[in-house]
């Protein structure tokens, strides 16, 4: 049983910033890949950023320059650092890690508003 703990959510307002984070716990061999994904109304799931074991990178297009994942390996761990924060970000931020399966946080809301 593997699960994925997401913290971190919340309201923030234009322009500011939040930290998410993502831990796993349970019966895994190694996580490969951790990542981000996010929700917003009446649209699809959408990649925010991964990151590999060994540290590279891939974000979307639309949050380059303004969020920066990483992780803590020895924790089974990954954050999401979210500066610059527009209404467009407002979603379902769910966490994602891959080892021999794929597994799916809960969501944890952000919303972005004056």
């Known amino acids: 049983q593997v699960q994925l703990v997401e913290s971190g959510g919340g309201l923030v307002q234009p322009g500011g910033s939040l930290r998410l984070s993502c831990a796993a716990s349970g019966s895994f061999f190694d996580i490969n890949i951790m990542g981000w994904y996010r929700q917003a109304p009446g649209k699809e799931r959408e990649m925010v950023a991964i990151?590999?074991?060994?540290?590279?990178?891939n974000y979307a297009d639309s949050v380059k320059g303004r969020f920066t994942i990483s992780r803590d390996n020895a924790k089974n761990t990954v954050y999401l650092q979210m500066n610059s924060l527009k209404p467009e970000d407002t979603a379902i931020y769910y966490c994602?890690?891959?080892?021999?399966?794929?597994?799916w946080g809960r969501g944890t809301q952000v919303t972005v508003s004056s």
């Open positions: 990151i590999t074991k060994g540290g590279t990178t």
């Open positions: 994602n890690i891959r080892t021999l399966s794929v597994y």
